[in-house]
């Protein structure tokens, strides 16, 4: 049974700041610097992320730059989990694979060190909200490449309108999120 009220979901969503028309005309920017900045929605957003997962062995998280370094770290303490930064391309020191994905306009790349997972460990990937799904969908080819295997994708933010999930799950990837919100 789920120990978390409909209510609890309510506040998290209620501490998440909407910037409208941020960074360009149209989109409602979900920011979660405030929920991050709440203590006890910063702890709810962390054991509810971790919640349907404990007791499971999970080998390392993922998290994707930068915001999901923040949640993706706490998860990892939580689950005893190792921490593997998924970096925007020439950050990572070591060598590195690297996976090209497609923006609205353009595309832009994501590394990963070459030994940060290893072949069968079992990874969960974290990011603060899925939109579109194609900086998911590209973490979740880097770790495969790897031969990992994804346990889930963890989100606090769903925007379902924009079909991230659906597409993840239609990878194989099983999906965990917590709060959704309508429109872009
Ligand atoms: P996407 O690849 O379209 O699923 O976009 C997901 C990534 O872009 C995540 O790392 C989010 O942090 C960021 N992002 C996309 N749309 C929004 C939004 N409306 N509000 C806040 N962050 C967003």
């Given at each position: 049974?789920?120990?978390?009220t409909p209510e609890s979901r309510m506040n998290l969503r209620d501490i998440i700041r909407t910037i409208p028309d941020y960074p360009k005309p149209g989109i409602m920017f979900r920011d979660i610097t405030t929920l991050l900045?709440?203590?006890r929605g910063f702890r709810?957003?962390?054991d509810e992320?971790?919640?349907p997962f404990a007791g499971m062995k999970?080998?390392?998280i993922a998290g994707i730059e930068a915001r999901g370094f923040i949640l993706g770290g706490a998860v990892a303490h939580q689950l005893s989990a190792g921490f593997v930064p998924l970096r925007k391309k020439g950050k990572l020191p070591h060598k590195t694979r690297v996976v090209e994905y497609a923006l609205e306009y353009g595309t832009d790349s994501m590394e990963m060190h070459l030994d940060a997972v290893h072949p069968g460990e079992r990874v969960m990937l974290?990011?603060?909200?899925?939109?579109t799904g194609g900086t998911a969908l590209a973490a979740v080819d880097l770790l495969r490449g790897a031969g990992a295997e994804i346990v889930?994708?963890?989100f606090v933010v769903d925007l379902p309108e924009l079909g991230g999930a659906a597409k993840l799950k239609a990878a194989g990837v099983p999906v965990s999120?917590?709060?959704d919100f309508a429109g872009h």
């Amino acid at each position: 049974m789920n120990a978390f009220t409909p209510e609890s979901r309510m506040n998290l969503r209620d501490i998440i700041r909407t910037i409208p028309d941020y960074p360009k005309p149209g989109i409602m920017f979900r920011d979660i610097t405030t929920l991050l900045g709440d203590a006890r929605g910063f702890r709810r957003a962390v054991d509810e992320l971790v919640q349907p997962f404990a007791g499971m062995k999970i080998d390392k998280i993922a998290g994707i730059e930068a915001r999901g370094f923040i949640l993706g770290g706490a998860v990892a303490h939580q689950l005893s989990a190792g921490f593997v930064p998924l970096r925007k391309k020439g950050k990572l020191p070591h060598k590195t694979r690297v996976v090209e994905y497609a923006l609205e306009y353009g595309t832009d790349s994501m590394e990963m060190h070459l030994d940060a997972v290893h072949p069968g460990e079992r990874v969960m990937l974290v990011d603060d909200l899925i939109a579109t799904g194609g900086t998911a969908l590209a973490a979740v080819d880097l770790l495969r490449g790897a031969g990992a295997e994804i346990v889930a994708a963890c989100f606090v933010v769903d925007l379902p309108e924009l079909g991230g999930a659906a597409k993840l799950k239609a990878a194989g990837v099983p999906v965990s999120t917590l709060v959704d919100f309508a429109g872009h």
